[in-house]
């Protein structure tokens, strides 16, 4: 187990290198400058100036100052130097230290996407199983139409759709708010239905075969109650299919949590993003995607070392 998980971690180290690499080139080749948007805009300082008051020595100053001066190769080492360090720099903006400012705004994404997972899971596994164990009948064909509409929707409009229903109609949860469950039930709602959906086709095909497997008809020949056969053997055994793309959907709750910030007036990592996009914050940009990048290798990693337990024939080597 240790040489597997260090191998898995050191597999990684190119995955964050990449990305680190895709996203410096990305902010840096796209229009706009930063320093006259920090000098011309509000919120860069006290006073905005009009671009024909910039001067080039306080251009040149300030493009020092914010170290944009350099080569973009000697950029991007000193920002890779800083990170390992776990230093991720300053904000163009703020003037404040990256990690402070993400780790403001980490514990809501972090719970919205932690509940949005948390309802896809359930919800999946249980429509997912019901409709496995009632294969072509009326119950399997309704939840999947269900599932094939989660799949089809977007996340942003089904937001729309439950503050229109559930908020503003019926009053039962607040339109906007960042504390308490009440607060989090229609995002997660909105954010994890998608992936509620995928689960649950999963869940249903794999179940299907697993049923029709040898050992089942086996333990049910031995009498075992139909509940523990699906639940102890047939399930469990299903499940690690799922588990590989619940990996894969954190990653896109993560992604998708900054369309339904936006929606439902949350704040988080998402809309701290698109800001910092908006203004050409640099280092926020690449302090947001790094750790979002490292969070999406450890919850694979983690999915990984769940196989195990939810096989005992899969084995570390």
């Known amino acids: 187990m240790g040489s597997f998980l260090l191998r898995r971690l050191w597999t990684g180290i190119p995955v964050l290198l990449g990305v680190s690499v895709l996203v410096f080139g990305m902010l840096h080749f796209l229009p706009g400058d930063p320093v006259m948007m920090m000098l011309t805009q509000p919120g860069g300082q006290a006073r905005p100036m009009l671009a024909s008051e910039v001067s080039d020595d306080l251009y040149k100053r300030m493009q020092q100052q914010l170290g944009l001066d350099r080569p973009l190769h000697e950029q991007f080492l000193n ?23 993400i780790a403001r705004n980490l514990p809501f994404t972090l719970e ?25 009948t009326w119950a399997d064909t309704a ?13 942003f409009w089904l937001g729309l759709m439950l503050l229109l229903v559930f908020a ?33 086709r999963l869940v249903r095909s794999s179940l299907i075969e697993t049923l029709h497997q040898d050992y089942v008809r086996t333990a049910r020949a031995k009498g075992l109650p139909g509940t523990g056969v699906v639940l102890r053997h047939a399930l469990r055994n299903s499940l690690i299919p799922v588990a590989t793309v619940v990996g894969l959907q954190f990653g896109n709750l993560l992604g998708g949590a900054v369309i339904v910030e936006s929606v439902f007036g949350r704040p988080g990592i998402g809309q701290l993003a698109v800001q910092a996009i908006l203004e050409k914050d640099f280092p926020v940009v690449q302090g947001v995607v790094l750790l979002t990048a490292v969070t999406y290798v450890i919850v694979n990693l983690l999915i990984d070392i769940s196989y195990g337990w939810l096989d005992p024939r899969v084995r570390y080597r």
């Open 79 to 101: 920002f890779l130097g800083r990170a390992v360090r776990g230093d991720l720099g300053s904000s163009f903006r703020s003037d404040l230290p990256v990690a402070q400012t």
């Open 112 to 136: 919205l996407a932690a509940a949005a997972l948390s309802v896809s899971i359930a919800a999946g596994v249980l429509f997912g199983t019901l409709a496995a164990l009632r294969h072509r």
């Open 143 to 155: 939840l999947m139409a269900v599932a094939v509409s989660g799949v089809s929707m977007p996340s």
């Open 168 to 200: 503003l109609e019926l009053r039962w949860f607040p339109v906007v708010a960042t504390q308490g469950w009440r607060a989090l039930v229609l995002p997660a709602a909105a954010l994890g239905f998608r992936a509620a959906a995928i689960i649950a």
